[in-house]
């Protein structure tokens, strides 16, 4: 079982920069990959992005590259999601996943995450 504990979020204006944590802890041994995922209000919860944890292949969702990175930490046992360039439309609660599940096509797919941190709410005012 491995514990997610996500951090960063807060009130910004548009074309501010903001960046996520993600401490994970407990048995992280056999992780294939972090990622994060975001939930709006009255919308369902989607891919953002995700980095292997060995290899540190990283995957974007198209409406954040170019202005979102992912990058980690193995030794911290820590992902980071550095948000730059935030839009109105960036606004939601930000949670961070880990997945075992070893096919990168399904990267994306948030029934393939096992465990999830409680969230982190960034809004973006315009």
């Known amino acids: 079982q491995v514990q997610l504990v996500d951090s960063g979020g807060g009130l910004v204006q548009a074309g501010d920069s903001l960046r996520l944590s993600c401490a994970a802890s407990g048995r992280t041994s056999n992780l294939y990959a972090m990622g994060w995922f975001r939930q709006a209000p009255g919308k369902e919860r989607e891919f953002v992005a995700a980095?292997?944890?060995?290899?540190?292949?990283?995957y974007y969702a198209d409406s954040v590259k170019g202005r979102f990175t992912i990058s980690k930490d193995n030794a911290k046992n820590s992902v980071y999601l550095q948000m730059n360039s935030l839009k109105p439309v960036d606004t939601a609660v930000y949670y961070c996943?880990?997945?075992?599940?070893?096919?990168?096509?399904?990267?994306?797919?948030?029934?393939?995450?096992?465990?999830w941190g409680q969230g982190t709410q960034v809004t973006v005012s315009s």
């Open positions: 996943a880990t997945t075992t599940v070893r096919i990168s096509t399904r990267i994306a797919e948030s029934k393939n995450y096992g465990n």
């Open positions: 980095i292997t944890w060995s290899g540190g292949s990283t």
